[in-house]
């Protein structure tokens, strides 16, 4: 379209051209007129007169050179090369030493592999299982890897109806089995027939074990019961090949909670994850490194994130979400590269968020003391103040009053309020009102109160209180001048 055009209006300038000399200045002035235009509309285009930025340069701008050439090397679920691996030559020779007799046509034993947060159990075990696949392949077996994660799942009805999912889905096949209404027991043989129509092996990887609690307290957890049921189908015949389970846990301790049936047939070989230090986790991200453009990484930004890190219990997990929110933060203020500053505030939005994801967790009653409080720092005319205790209660009566809800006594909420310093939302200190005046508590917010105040109300019926911002603020400021002049 765009060609077409312009090779038409070139057409007609060169024919008046070639009829008169005088037709060919007019060219010459239309040309001119022309790119006078252009250059005009180009200015037009680059800035106005307000200095504003306009469209076109907001897309330039966007289009400048991301920080990442790889972001995906620093995503924490993908999976990465053996190469990659750092610091886990033990974990690893334990699971391929147990895991060995599945290419030798023996059954292995279960395993237990257990160790805090983001410490490479899954990354091991998924990368010893994956070779075992393309082994068995090279000789013509079929070797099954059934991976759930039992954390969102409920009973041991959904775990099994998980499982037979996850293996319809890996082979292709139907599900075959509704996932309610029917008992758990059909749920188990439609899993085993799966299993017996497409692998001559396979290992369930039981990620999260311990939170498969199920339903009932005081029954046999149903995590007991799956394990005891998966880890002895193959003694029943009920699987016809070998199996072997793998359970992950950050805590072991469920073991003690296990029925002893279970425990015997589950019977593992315990591997066992560290924490990393700050050396380790430095390893992991430099090779990772590739994920960022050559010289887009200034040379204190690995040890930085990989001492934040370590703080937070060696969780190669948060090390590399450190890495990839520093990254991020680079791109959107559009800088040529990562530096320490972008990783510490990074750092400092992981715990900010930390701290108002407890909140969204306290009890209503704990939320209003809490909304009071902050109301007090954020309404008051003096910016950043403290709260005085016989203040923030007020406004805790008022907002109770207006949401017709329970009110505790003034020592209940000093309680409440107090505890949230545990938080780090708020410091606590003890002031005297001179002499006969007797003591109270003060309240400082360390977090952001309005950040606070936003995220309470997005959860409970707080809403009712936020819309009336001008009557909580006169209440505010009412209550200060009564305790000041009191
Ligand atoms: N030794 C390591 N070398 C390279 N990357 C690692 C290493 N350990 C962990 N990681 C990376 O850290 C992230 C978390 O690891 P992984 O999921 O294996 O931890 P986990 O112990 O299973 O944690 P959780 O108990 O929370 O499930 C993944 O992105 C993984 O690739």
């Not at 285009?45 to 330039?60: A, Y």
């Not at 090779?287 to 890190?309: E, Q, T, W």
């Not at 016989?390 to 009110?407: H, M, N, R, S």
């Given at each position: 379209m765009v060609?077409?055009?312009?090779?038409?209006?070139?057409?007609?300038?060169?024919?008046?051209?070639?009829?008169?000399?005088?037709?060919?200045?007019?060219?010459?002035?239309?040309?001119e007129g022309e790119a006078e235009t252009q250059e005009?509309?180009?200015?037009?285009?680059?800035?106005?007169?307000?200095?504003?930025?306009?469209?076109?340069?907001?897309?330039?701008?966007?289009?400048r050179e991301s920080v990442f050439v790889n972001r995906d090397l620093v995503e924490p679920d993908t999976i990465i090369d053996e190469e990659r691996i750092v610091g886990r030559d033990e974990q690893l020779e334990s699971v391929v030493s147990y895991l060995k007799p599945t290419l030798q046509g023996n059954r292995p034993p279960n395993m237990l592999l257990y160790g805090p947060a983001g410490t490479g159990k899954s990354l091991i075990i998924g990368a010893v299982t994956h070779q075992i696949i393309d082994l068995c392949k090279s000789k013509g077996e079929r070797f099954?890897?059934?991976?759930?994660?039992?954390?969102?799942?409920n009973t041991l009805d959904q775990a099994v109806y998980e499982l037979v999912q996850t293996v319809a889905s890996n082979t292709n096949s139907e599900v075959g089995v509704p996932e309610t209404g029917v008992s758990t027991?059909?749920?188990?043989?439609?899993?085993?027939?799966?299993i017996n129509e497409n692998y001559d092996s396979v290992i369930f990887i039981l990620d999260e074990i311990d939170l498969l609690v199920g339903r009932r307290a005081n029954d046999e957890p149903a995590y007991s019961k799956l394990l005891y049921q998966l880890s002895r189908a193959s003694n029943t015949n009920e699987i016809e090949g070998r199996v072997s389970v793998a359970a992950l846990t950050n805590d072991p301790k469920f073991m003690e909670d296990i029925d002893g049936r279970a425990e015997s047939s589950f019977n593992?070989?315990?591997?066992?994850?560290?924490?990393?230090?700050?050396?380790?986790?430095?390893?992991?991200?430099?090779?990772?490194?590739?994920?960022?453009?050559?010289?887009?990484?200034?040379?204190?930004?690995?040890?930085?994130?990989?001492?934040?890190?370590?703080?937070?219990?060696?969780?190669?997990?948060?090390?590399?979400?450190l890495f990839r929110g520093a990254g991020d933060l680079a791109d959107e203020r559009g800088d040529d590269a990562v530096s320490e500053d972008h990783v510490r505030e990074s750092q400092e939005e992981i715990d900010k968020d930390r701290s108002l994801k407890l909140v969204e967790g306290l009890t209503t009653q704990k939320k209003i003391s809490l909304y009071s409080t902050a109301a007090v720092t954020r309404y008051s005319k003096q910016t950043g103040s403290?709260?005085?205790?016989?203040?923030?209660?007020?406004?805790?009566?008022?907002?109770?009053?207006?949401?017709?809800?329970?009110?505790?006594?003034?020592?209940?909420?000093?309680?409440?309020?107090?505890?949230?310093?545990?938080?780090?939302?708020?410091?606590?200190?003890?002031?005297?009102?001179?002499?006969?005046?007797?003591?109270y508590m003060e309240f400082t917010f360390t977090g952001d109160p309005v950040a606070i105040m936003d995220r309470i109300v997005e959860d409970t019926r707080l809403e009712a209180i936020s819309s009336q911002t001008d009557l909580l603020r006169s209440v505010v400021n009412a209550q200060l001048r009564e305790f000041q002049n009191s």
């Open positions: 060609g077409s055009d312009s090779s038409g209006a070139n057409q007609s300038t060169v024919e008046s051209s070639e009829d008169s000399p005088s037709g060919m200045q007019r060219t010459d002035e239309i040309a005009k509309r180009g200015e037009e285009e680059s800035s106005d007169e307000s200095g504003q930025r306009t469209i076109r340069e907001m897309f330039d701008e966007d289009g099954g890897v059934i991976d759930i994660n039992c954390q969102p799942i027991k059909r749920k188990y043989r439609r899993l085993y027939e799966l593992p070989r315990d591997v066992y994850f560290p924490d990393y230090d700050a050396n380790q986790l430095r390893e992991i991200l430099k090779n990772r490194k590739d994920a960022f453009r050559k010289d887009a990484l200034k040379g204190d930004v690995i040890p930085l994130v990989s001492a934040f890190a370590a703080q937070s219990h060696g969780d190669a997990r948060k090390a590399i979400d403290s709260v005085p205790s016989p203040v923030g209660f007020k406004i805790y009566q008022w907002v109770t009053d207006e949401l017709d809800a329970d009110q505790m006594t003034r020592e209940t909420y000093v309680k409440y309020v107090k505890e949230l310093s545990t938080y780090g939302l708020v410091s606590t200190s003890r002031k005297s009102r001179g002499r006969g005046g007797g003591m």
